[in-house]
Structure formats: structure tokens, C-alpha cells
């Protein structure tokens, strides 16, 4: 693979980024690879690990000459970032992300770049139930979709540019106007999340089914449920939040316990939505623990990189 930029910077240091730094690295992709991440102890498992050449104290030293600046953080932490990267990001730089909504996105991230600077937001359809620097790895995007989004007036060789960049992690392409992609998006990925995290916690509160056979009982599908309801409170409950529209269509009628979720997102009840998906976690931690799975991210896909 021809290195396609010479400075990737990844702000924030999770799972996607993760695995992003992996595959620059094995497609040799980009001349070095750095990053930021709000926590020490993030930033020194990220170097340590080797998928980042280096880290930064902060986002905006991160982004110093970076060609291409990819934000890996929750959506409702993307403005602060924009905001703090703007004075430091060069011409001709490419802004982009990895966010499960668009439109919120663009909102929060277009009006802070200076002129010259591309911004190109894009989505990679690919994730595990896992998060944090350890759960990265270089075959995630592998056969997997990653959806640019357009701006009117983004540059056509800076998205060319981009979108070669993701083949060459793996990942096939397609585009999609953003209004479009939040629809898509809210039947393909987030009504099933949210039936997920609805099921796991109807089955926890029953009162004549008892939490011992939720956890020792559970069969597939049971189990399927609780890998993707084990998945990240905070990018979730950002997504439901800054896609309620796109989520709410598509809902449409379900139980009385769905309906208390569809509130809250309708209310902007982050902490409930919050407090409810990390109640949902417990239960998938529980399943593993009692033997009946494994934390294995098997969708697929290869086992994370051993560390």
C-alpha cells in the first residue's frame, strides 16, 4: 500500500482509534501515526501498545502539521475539540471523524475550522462491545462499510484522498448525504442497540424470572443482546441524543419499557440513558463471568491483538 499521508493525528485513544493505528500501521499508510487522549494513563497504554508513535498533552500539539486529523471522541465532545485543534491545524490539512451520527456532528465541528482546512466527516460501520486502548486491532474494518459524508463544499481530491485512505484499512466505501446516513443508520444500528439495551433490561427486572437464570439460562440470542448492550454509556448515549430524530421514526411503537428509553432521549435525559446502559453492561459482565460466553469480540472478525 503507497503511504497516502505523512502525519495522521488520532484524538482520542479508544477502540476505534485503535485499530486505526494498527491498520495505518500494517498497510504502511502513513509516514508516523500520533495521538491525544484525555488521561495519562490512556496516552502511555496507547504508546506503550505501538499503535501511536507518539502522544500528546493535549489535542491541539497533537494536530501540529498533521495532514490528516481523524476525532475519535463521543459526539458530544466534538465541538470542544474542534474548537481546541482550530489555531493549530495547517492548510491543507483533512479534518475527520469516526461518529455514528453526521448531522450533529458537522454542527458541532464545520464552524470552528479555519478556511483551507477539509472537512470530510466519514463513518466506519465496524466496532466491537469492547472499548479503551486494548481493545483495538488491525482487522476491525476488514470487509466492513465505511460511509463518507460530503459537505457541499468539501474538496473532491481531499475526499478522494480520505476514502483511499479507508480501503487501505481494510474497509469498503460508500458515500452518503449526511441527512440520509443518520436515517440509515438509526434502522441498521441504533433501533437494534436500543432493543438490545431494552431486552436485557426487561429480562433483569422480571420479578418471576430471577437474575441467576437470566445469567445461567441465556441462549443466543439472549446472549447477542447483551454483547451489544455491554457496549460504550458514553458514545451511546451521545448517539441517541444527537440522532433522536432519525431513532424516534424508526422506533415507532414499542414496549413500555422502550417507551421510557424513547423519553429520554426525546427529554435530552442523558444521565438516565447513562445510568441505564451501564445497568446493562453488569448483566453481559455476569453472562461471561457464569461461563455462558466469552468477552471474545467474535463478530466475525479476528480476537483483539494479544498484549
Known sequence: ????????????????????????????????????????????????????????????????????????????????????????????????????????????????????????????????????????????????????????????????????????????????????HDLVVAVTSHAPHLIAYTMVGVADDMERVSNTEVVNLSAAGFRDFTRIAASDPTMWRDVFLNNKVATLEILGRFTEELFALQRAIRKGDGQKLFDYFTHTRAVRKSIIEAGQDTDAPDFGRGAPKET
Request: net charge negative; charged share 20%; aromatic share 6%.
Open 1 to 180: 500500500m503507497t503511504q497516502i499521508y505523512n502525519k495522521v493525528a488520532l484524538i482520542g485513544l479508544g477502540l476505534i482509534a485503535g485499530s486505526i493505528g494498527y491498520a495505518v500501521k500494517r498497510g504502511g499508510m502513513a509516514g508516523s501515526v500520533v495521538g491525544y487522549a484525555r488521561t495519562p494513563d490512556t496516552r502511555a497504554t496507547a504508546l506503550e501498545l505501538g499503535f501511536v508513535d507518539a502522544v500528546f498533552d493535549t489535542a491541539a500539539e497533537a494536530v501540529v502539521d498533521a495532514d490528516l486529523v481523524i476525532l475519535c471522541v463521543p459526539v458530544g465532545a466534538m465541538s470542544d475539540v474542534a474548537r481546541a485543534i482550530a489555531p493549530n491545524l495547517k492548510p491543507g490539512a483533512t479534518v475527520s471523524d469516526v461518529g455514528s451520527v453526521k448531522q450533529a456532528v458537522v454542527e458541532a465541528v464545520a464552524p470552528h475550522l479555519p478556511d483551507g482546512v477539509h472537512f470530510v466527516p466519514t463513518h466506519p460501520m465496524a466496532g466491537t462491545e469492547h472499548s479503551g486502548p486494548h481493545a483495538g486491532f488491525a482487522e476491525l474494518f476488514d470487509n466492513r462499510w465505511c460511509l463518507t459524508t460530503p459537505l457541499d463544499n468539501s474538496d473532491p481530491q481531499a475526499v478522494e484522498r480520505l476514502e483511499d485512505f479507508w480501503r487501505g484499512l481494510g474497509a469498503n466505501v460508500e458515500r452518503m448525504e449526511v441527512e440520509h
